[in-house]
């Protein structure tokens, strides 16, 4: 961290599940928390920051079988398909020409190197979920009945602001335990140009997506990422989603009785969804090319039902 505005204590970051919640305050029944912030009006003044009409996906390649297991199916003359006999199109039974492939995905996106989406449910603090609800609303065969993804089925479609914390500390990429603090988010603002507003998407770029080109995954679980400074900031400027190229939680935290206080707070809290394990490096490439770190920013999740997020390919235009 930086040296400026004093680090929380862990009795602060305690507090935070109090003076940083949005329970009720877009009602007791709401499941969308922070995405509440993106207002139509939003959405259009969003429309306005694509001005070159180029477009760059900030997710990563899922990788086959490390992170995916796929199973193929091949069938070059669906004429031979078994069964092909019974098919009431004549295309199955007759045409030798056509063909056909097809799969079966099986895939467990959270983690450390699926770029995904987390929904409120995923995290419970004290058995609790966005808004208080129960944690035994999730049930083992049918998902979760609260705040699952499909809250989000229309979409989030909103501005992002990309701030480049390696580039502000002029570094190819932090290194793994290094931690983020507001004084590093208004530094990368006022270097960029840019300030976050409400309603927007904030990207953050610690280099561990040029890490990971290089060097490939990192291991273990220690991580460069957000400091739980940052919370109250998030807060403040209301932020309506947050992403990073990592996790997003610094690793180790600083606070031995709050692993993950960023995953916490924002879930169960603030209701802010999350962006995690973005790869950031062609969306740097392009806004430092442009000179505009703001864009249009389109994420949109699976309809995976009860489901406490999703993979998902943001894709920044500007």
Do not use: K
């Not at 809290?269 to 490439?285: I, K, P, Q, S, T």
């Amino acid at each position: 961290m930086t040296a400026g505005r004093p680090v929380p204590t862990q009795d602060d970051v305690l507090a935070y599940f109090d003076t940083l919640s949005n329970w009720g305050r877009w009602g007791d029944d709401d499941e969308l928390g922070t995405l509440n912030l993106i207002t139509g009006d939003v959405r259009v003044a969003a429309a306005r920051a694509v001005r070159h009409g180029r477009s760059v996906s900030c997710a990563w390649e899922v990788a086959v079988p490390e992170e995916m297991e796929r199973t193929t199916t091949a069938c070059p003359c669906a004429a031979d398909m078994p069964g092909a006999e019974n098919m009431p199109a004549p295309g199955f039974r007759n045409d030798r020409s056509w063909g056909f492939s097809t799969e079966r995905l099986a895939i467990t996106f959270h983690g450390n190197t699926v770029t995904h989406l987390d929904s409120p449910c995923h995290i419970f603090w004290d058995g609790t979920m966005y808004n208080g609800r129960p944690h035994a609303l999730v049930d083992a065969a049918t998902g979760s009945a609260w705040a699952a993804v499909t809250a989000a089925a229309n979409g989030i479609i909103t501005r992002g602001v990309l701030l480049d914390i390696a580039g502000a500390r002029e570094v190819p990429w932090l290194e793994p335990g290094q931690g983020v603090c507001p004084d590093d988010l208004e530094e990368a603002e006022r270097r960029q140009g840019v300030r976050v507003r409400s309603g927007d998407a904030v990207l953050l770029r610690t280099g561990q997506g040029r890490a990971r080109h290089e060097n490939g995954p990192a291991g273990g679980f220690t991580q460069a990422g957000w400091h739980a400074s940052c919370l109250p900031w998030l807060h403040e400027r209301q932020v309506a989603l947050i992403g990073a190229d990592t996790p997003q939680d610094v690793q180790p935290s600083g606070y031995d009785d709050v692993l993950m206080p960023v995953h916490a707070v924002s879930l169960v809290a603030m209701g802010l969804w999350m962006l995690d394990n973005c790869d950031l490096e062609a969306c740097a490439a392009t806004a430092a090319e442009l000179g505009q770190w703001d864009f249009h920013l389109t994420v949109a999740p699976v309809r995976l039902a009860g489901t406490s997020g999703s993979p998902v390919n943001p894709i920044a235009t500007f």
